[in-house]
């Protein structure tokens, strides 16, 4: 119920009638769910398999661009403003994210509806990006008291159904891995992929794709990190660029019932902005701000 509370106050505070089908989207989604979560059997075993999962790994935040290294049972909406070279600006309204689940032992899956895209520059259309799909399997974990380590594999997938030509031409395919190291308050994640198209390669070319951030955790509540988010592109009309940002933010959590060990229920917020350094840049800077339930 505090799920679909949550969804409905970020959905009915947009005026994007595609927001409000998202929201219908996952209300529907989470009524047909309703009769296996009224088995207090099932409900039971998913609770505790995913408490089991996660106990096993570090207790980071995801960051704010980056994918997160562990598992996570999250819903997530970010708001993301580019601004090009010819400072014209395009809202990501959602940042194509959606809903994380730990079904199985060390393995999420993630589904995350497609964003809408809303351009300054009245020649260009708005309209939805594509959906995307993830799955991850965590090889090995360990809590703050045995390591604090993580290392996961994820597969992350594009079916094109963006409008107007604000998603690609083709499915994507998306091999990643990612690793994190804890050192007290201080953590480190990084990711490392590539994503492949299934058709029109020559046309649409590769990239591959290498995110870090460092976080450090202060006064309880608080995660400021930096990012850095590098593409560097094989193929294509981009081919032999590449292209870095950087990327300072904050992040905010708090447990909602912190006098409850076995309560995973928490909410995060957090925003930051993309700042590009090198020479060649899709967009100049972007500004994210990103909201999370935790359950």
């Known amino acids: 119920m505090r799920l679909v509370i ?42 505790q398999r995913a408490s089991a999962t996660q106990a096993k790994q570090p ?10 290294v562990g598992l996570i049972e999250v819903e997530r909406i970010d708001f993301i403003r580019q601004t090009a070279t010819n400072h014209v600006q ?33 020649t260009a259309a708005n309209g939805a990006g594509d959906m995307s799909f993830l799955l991850k399997y965590r090889y090995l974990s360990a809590g703050a008291e045995h390591g604090n380590y993580d290392l996961s594999a994820y597969l992350t997938s594009t079916i094109p159904s963006g409008s107007y030509k ?3 031409a083709d499915a994507t395919v998306s091999p990643n891995l990612g690793f994190g190291k804890g050192f007290g308050p201080f953590d480190v994640q ?8 299934v058709m029109d390669t020559a046309t649409l070319g590769r990239t591959i794709v290498w995110n870090t951030a460092g976080q450090l955790h202060l006064a309880r509540y608080f995660w400021p990190e930096v990012e850095f988010n590098s593409t560097f592109y094989k193929g294509g009309p981009n081919d032999g660029k590449n292209q870095t ?17 076995s309560s995973r229920l928490a909410i995060c917020a957090g925003a930051g902005e993309q700042i ?20």
């Open 6 to 47: 949550f969804a409905a106050i970020l959905t009915l505070s947009l005026s994007e009638a595609w927001m409000q089908l998202k929201f219908f989207v996952f209300l529907a989604a989470l009524t047909l769910c309703a009769p296996l979560v009224a088995q207090q059997n099932f409900a039971a075993q998913w609770e």
């Open 59 to 68: 207790a980071w935040p995801p960051p704010l661009i980056t994918t997160y």
């Open 90 to 122: 395009i809202w990501n309204l959602d940042g194509g994210k959606g809903l994380n689940l730990i079904p199985f032992a060390n393995t999420e899956v993630d589904v995350n509806l497609p964003g809408y895209f809303e351009h300054s520059a009245p």
């Open 166 to 168: 604000n998603g690609s």
């Open 190 to 197: 990084s990711t490392f992929g590539a994503s492949l198209p």
């Open 245 to 261: 940002f950087a990327t300072p933010a904050l992040l905010a959590a708090h447990k909602i019932h912190p006098s409850e060990s």
């Open 276 to 295: 590009a350094t090198s020479s060649f840049h899709s967009y100049n800077h972007a500004i994210a701000i990103t909201m999370r339930l935790l359950f």
